[in-house]
């Protein structure tokens, strides 16, 4: 009875309880029997003011509104409730939140939201790989929980302003990272989603829908399928793979044959880079003669007085310059008559501008015909099948005149016959040939077709045959 009594005594009050499948009661045995887990211990969850964040998840306006939520998820790593943070990037922006707690963070020197490395916001098995670092993070829970013990023992000794664990003893930086690292946030990261009524074609917001209406990617492609503790991990992230990628076929910078080159070619200056920033960054690799900066084209040239300063400054500085913020292109310099040379073939400038043609000037003339280099010159596009003789023929007189008796007209040749050179024949009569020249145009300055009679031709000519026609009239 004593127990019955006790059980209808406690009856009422596991039906006034029960909330769910597991009664209240028995949670709270579990709990009794659990206090040191971190799981229900509130000393260890996270009350943070201020995420860690980078420059592209926090957007470009710097005045943005946060809602700060406390214990308000856990962390998809180690589990715990953190302090959740949300706000809007920018205008056209999706919201943004924290995902993974800040000693997570710390841990491994990442953003909280988008788990890029903060120093170069490349993935973290990009990162490892540079480095050489090997940091495994246990993946059962116990071990979870006693390494995360650890290493905020860890973080609490340290000033805060280096990693922590394996990846504060690697080297400090790496000629891969600072080829591939972003120097510039991308701000596209935090567009919104793609729409899914508007792939469906069943979206009536239309301008007013926050979601993007562009077309998805192919679902085959490794891109789209991402994993947030893979990438926390440093496994089988498709973002690092093709990072990785571009790293073994990312060109190089050979020096130049010519031995006498000295100068590098350092492009991208814009208005924050001025002489002395590069004078500070390059005096390291030996002595420079010059430097040159065309502000007009934002470049400089760089002259060293030996080549092997030259090609020490062009090997460490290829593809990793950063000055001011700014990523610079580094190239060799020309000589001068290559640099002539291309100016006046392509119509480039020597700072890689094309000019623009000067108007009123006169095209390109064509090419002259190909000739044969056995067959006799033709000056006069005579045919070749016509012979001499052929040529040496009588020519009628010019219109409106009598000709003249046998035997009182001007001889039409030279007496000394087939010795004499051929007249040439008339426009009219000669074969049609190319013209090459404008002098030979029988259509320029008035010519016709019966001014075929050479100048000394003319003159006899006429002059005889006034003299014949005066002694007859005389008579």
Not at 7 to 31: E, F, I
Not at 282 to 299: A, D
């Amino acid at each position: 009875m004593r127990r019955g009594s006790l059980s209808l005594s406690l009856s009422p009050s596991r039906r006034a309880v029960h909330c769910g499948r597991t009664p209240l009661w028995l949670t709270l045995c579990k709990m009794a029997t659990s206090l040191g887990s971190n799981t229900y211990n509130r000393q260890n969850w996270e009350d943070a003011d201020f995420p860690i964040l980078c420059q592209t998840c926090l957007g470009e306006n710097p005045y943005i509104r946060m809602t700060k939520e406390k214990y308000g998820k856990e962390c998809k790593i180690c589990a715990r409730p953190f302090t959740v943070f949300r706000w809007c990037p920018g205008t056209r922006m999706r919201f943004k939140k924290t995902e993974v707690c800040q000693t997570c963070s710390k841990m491994k020197n990442v953003c909280q939201t988008c788990l890029l490395d903060l120093e170069y916001g490349l993935p973290i098995q990009v990162r490892d790989t540079g480095l050489s670092v090997k940091d495994e993070v246990p993946r059962s829970d116990v071990n979870k929980e006693y390494y995360t013990q650890n290493m905020e023992r860890e973080i609490a000794n340290s000033d805060g302003t280096r990693p922590v664990g394996q990846l504060g003893k690697a080297p400090s930086s790496s000629d891969m990272l600072l080829k591939l690292a972003r120097t510039t946030p991308y701000y596209k990261r935090n567009r919104p989603h793609i729409c899914s009524f508007w792939v469906k074609g069943e979206c009536k917001r239309g301008e007013e829908c926050p979601y993007r209406h562009e077309k998805p990617t192919d679902p085959d492609d490794p891109l789209a399928d991402q994993n947030i503790k893979d990438r926390y991990y440093g496994i089988n992230d498709p973002v690092a793979d093709k990072l990785l990628k571009r790293a073994s076929t990312m060109p190089r910078l050979d020096p130049p044959e010519d031995k006498s080159i000295s100068t590098l070619y350092i492009g991208g200056l814009g208005d924050t880079v001025t002489d002395a920033d590069l004078k500070s960054h390059f005096y390291q690799f030996g002595e420079i003669r010059t430097i040159t900066i065309v502000q007009r084209q934002q470049c400089a040239f760089i002259q060293f007085a030996t080549r092997q300063a030259a090609e020490s400054a062009a090997e460490k500085s290829f593809n990793k310059l950063i000055i001011n913020g700014r990523r610079l292109t580094v190239k060799w310099g020309r000589s001068q008559a290559a640099r002539g040379k291309e100016g006046i073939k392509d119509g480039v400038s020597e700072m890689g501008t094309r000019l623009d043609p000067v108007p009123g000037l006169p095209g390109a003339l064509p090419p002259p015909p190909a000739l044969d280099e056995e067959a006799p010159a033709n000056y006069f596009n005579l045919d070749p099948s016509t012979t001499p003789a052929v040529m040496n023929i009588a020519l009628p007189p010019p219109p409106g005149i009598n000709p003249p008796p046998p035997g009182f007209g001007p001889p039409m040749f030279h007496p000394m016959g087939h010795m004499a050179p051929p007249m040439p024949p008339p426009m009219s009569m000669r074969p049609p040939g190319q013209i090459h020249y404008p002098s030979q145009d029988p259509q320029r300055m008035g010519a016709h077709a019966c001014t075929w009679l050479t100048s000394w031709g003319v003159a006899a000519g006429v002059k005889s045959f006034c003299y014949t026609v005066s002694f007859f009239s005389s008579r």
